[in-house]
């Protein structure tokens, strides 16, 4: 036999919950040409995370090349 749902007679406490306009900001719609700028915006910053990891990683294997030298004149 289901449980019967209790529900509250009492109304929500207004200062219980918070505000609305405290949390998100409200929603903008974009235009097709503000969202082409953000996606370059965003692309162009991942081609240049990306560009930095791949000089850390030439970096990391000059060093590990450099390393094989040494092994290999000894």
């Given at each position: 036999m289901p449980v019967p749902?209790?529900?509250?007679?009492?109304?929500?406490?207004?200062?219980?919950?918070?505000?609305?306009s405290e949390g998100r900001k409200p929603w903008k719609k974009k235009t097709?040409?503000?969202v082409i700028f953000e996606q370059a915006d965003k692309l162009r910053s991942e081609i240049a995370e990306g560009?930095?990891?791949?000089?850390?990683?030439?970096?990391?294997?000059?060093?590990?090349?450099?390393?094989?030298?040494?092994?290999?004149?000894?």
């Amino acid at each position: 036999m289901p449980v019967p749902k209790q529900t509250d007679p009492r109304p929500p406490d207004p200062k219980a919950a918070p505000m609305k306009s405290e949390g998100r900001k409200p929603w903008k719609k974009k235009t097709p040409v503000e969202v082409i700028f953000e996606q370059a915006d965003k692309l162009r910053s991942e081609i240049a995370e990306g560009e930095e990891e791949l000089k850390a990683k030439r970096k990391q294997l000059q060093k590990f090349e450099e390393a094989k030298k040494l092994f290999e004149a000894s």
